[in-house]
C-alpha cells in the first residue's frame, strides 16, 4: 500500500531525498511516518507529519538535518536528509495510520508500512 524509494549509497555529509507513494489507496487522510532499522537493532522513529501537515515531529538524532513533507495532491510524502551521518545507514520504512490515533513515534500505532529502501552512508 506504500512505496518507499529514494535510498542509496552517499559519503557522509551527503544528502538523499526519499519518498513514500501511495498505491492502490490514498493517505491523505492518515498521519505518515518514515522509522529505520540498522542491522541488529529495533526498528526506531526518524519523523512523521500529520495528514494536513500542519505538524511534524522528529527523532532528536536527525533534528536539524532531515526535512518530512507531504503533497496530498499527489498522495507522496517526502523525507529530505542532508549533512548525512554513517550511523544514519539503515534501512528507511514509511507507514501510515489514522489521523491522531495512537502516538506518532511508536511502530506499533501504524497500520500499513511500505516495503523499505536502504540508505547506506560511508565515512
Known amino acids: 500500500q506504500l512505496q518507499a524509494s529514494g535510498g542509496g549509497l552517499v559519503q557522509a555529509g551527503g544528502s538523499l531525498r526519499l519518498s513514500c507513494a501511495a498505491s492502490?489507496?490514498?493517505?491523505?487522510?492518515?498521519?505518515i511516518a518514515w522509522f529505520r532499522q540498522a542491522p541488529g537493532k529495533e526498528r526506531e522513529f526518524v519523523a512523521a507529519?500529520?495528514?494536513?501537515?500542519?505538524?511534524?515531529y522528529y527523532a532528536d538524532s536527525v533534528k536539524g538535518r532531515f526535512t518530512i513533507s507531504r503533497d496530498n495532491a499527489k498522495d507522496t510524502v517526502t523525507l529530505q536528509m542532508n549533512s548525512l551521518k554513517p550511523e544514519d545507514t539503515a534501512v528507511y520504512y514509511c507507514?501510515?495510520?489514522?489521523?491522531?490515533?495512537?502516538?506518532?513515534?511508536?511502530?506499533?500505532?501504524?497500520?500499513?508500512w511500505g516495503q523499505g529502501t536502504q540508505v547506506t552512508v560511508s565515512s
Open positions: 507507514a501510515g495510520k489514522r489521523a491522531y490515533s495512537g502516538t506518532y513515534a511508536q511502530a506499533r500505532d501504524y497500520d500499513y
Open positions: 492502490g489507496r490514498t493517505f491523505r487522510d492518515d498521519d
Open positions: 507529519i500529520r495528514w494536513s501537515g500542519g505538524s511534524t
